[in-house]
């Protein structure tokens, strides 16, 4: 015997006994939310402890911009680090109170991950090797890589685009009210 629970959009069917009756139906439910709360915050905190990690990183990084291939390049890893440590954190109090489901909640926060991560990735590249102005034209400046460098930066910078939008996408899904709530 089964019992299907409709939990926002969440279908499952679960053996009910006539013992356990309506309170274990709402017990399990109220576990449901609670995992999932469990899991926007366990995710909000990993973006928290990623923009500390890249506030650690500009500060190091800060040091080695003369050094660089592309002391233009350095910088701009400097700024793009600096910024995207400012939204790690931000995003990183806001996740818990995100209305996603599991799934999009993983995905959101994999994608923000991803994008955040690999266009850094791809700017510190740039200002390792000196190149990268066939992608990052303004800050690449005169710096001209080999074909594999620069299509190895283009592959990096383009990639980030479509993740970050999906990204930015849930997480405004996310934000999502109801008129009920808004009234309150």
Known sequence: ???????????????????????????????????????????????????????????FEGFFIPDLASPTLGLSVHKLSSLLSVLMLAMGLLWPRLKLRPAQSHWA????????????????????????????????????????????IRILSYSSAPTGIIAFVLILYGLRIKATEFLK
């Open 1 to 59: 015997m089964g019992f299907a629970l409709r939990a926002k959009g969440l279908e499952t069917v679960i053996p009910v006994l006539t013992k356990v009756g309506n309170a274990g139906i709402q017990q399990l439910y109220q576990s449901f939310h609670k995992s999932r709360f469990n899991m926007l915050e366990r995710q909000g905190h990993r973006l928290l402890q990623l923009g500390i990690i890249l506030l650690l990183f500009v500060c």
């Open 109 to 152: 926060f994999w994608l923000l991950v991803y994008s955040s991560l690999i266009i850094d990735f791809a700017y510190v590249l740039a200002a390792v090797w000196g190149a990268g102005n066939e992608t990052i034209r303004i800050a690449g400046g005169p710096y001209h890589g080999t074909a594999l460098q620069e299509t190895i």
